[in-house]
């Protein structure tokens, strides 16, 4: 075990932190969450506009189980269970790791809400819509939000793993309980051309919507960062 706590340290060291100033500021802006909200709106739009307003509430609650699962497991269990210190808190490595403005994050660090989170949310959709390019879309989105973790210096690579296994499987536990409960009250019957429609029922116009706004947002971090710098 102490063997791969030092190949973790190890592996953070490596990847943690830039000379670029520009860089830290795009990583502080991607990481906070109300950067996302626009995106996360347009999903619940989506989900209430190809679904019943009954089937719309079931999903509802089903993505507070999620999180419920992902944020609950990773930060109210996990972190003051192993009570890991993270690196930016740890004495050990405090000083070494490279921190951003001052951001430093809570105490504990195992496992990651970001990674559990991130990848909760886009394994749940990603199953639930089956849309080749929003779910490898999303993937990426989860990726980049664990990878900003890293960077920043919050989190170690092993706090990463675990929470993107809790995410995953949490997604995938809740999807096939939304099937289960949709099944038993009859299952949702989509009509629809395939060409307009993803293979679940849900509408491809709505799907490009969602990507343009993840890409545009993708696209201003830059300019957000920018503004970022003046608070450096």
Known sequence: MEQLLEIDKYLLLGINGSDS???DACMLVYTSISLWIPLALVLLIILAKNNSAKNFLILIGLIVVLFFLTDGIT???CKPYFARLRPTRDPELMYIVDVVN???AGLYSFMSSHAGNSFGIATFVLLLIRNRTLSIS??????MNSFTRLYLGVHYPGD???GTTVG?????AVYYLYKYI???KGGVRHDYISSQYTKSGYLVSDIHFALVVLYATF???PILAFFKLLEF
């Open 21 to 23: 100033l520009f860089w």
């Open 75 to 77: 930060s109210t269990i």
């Open 102 to 104: 001052g951001y430093r």
């Open 138 to 143: 999303l993937i990426i989105w989860a990726i």
């Open 160 to 162: 990463i793993l675990a």
């Open 168 to 172: 995953i499987l949490s997604g995938v």
């Open 182 to 184: 949709t099944k038993k």
């Open 219 to 221: 696209a201003i971090i």
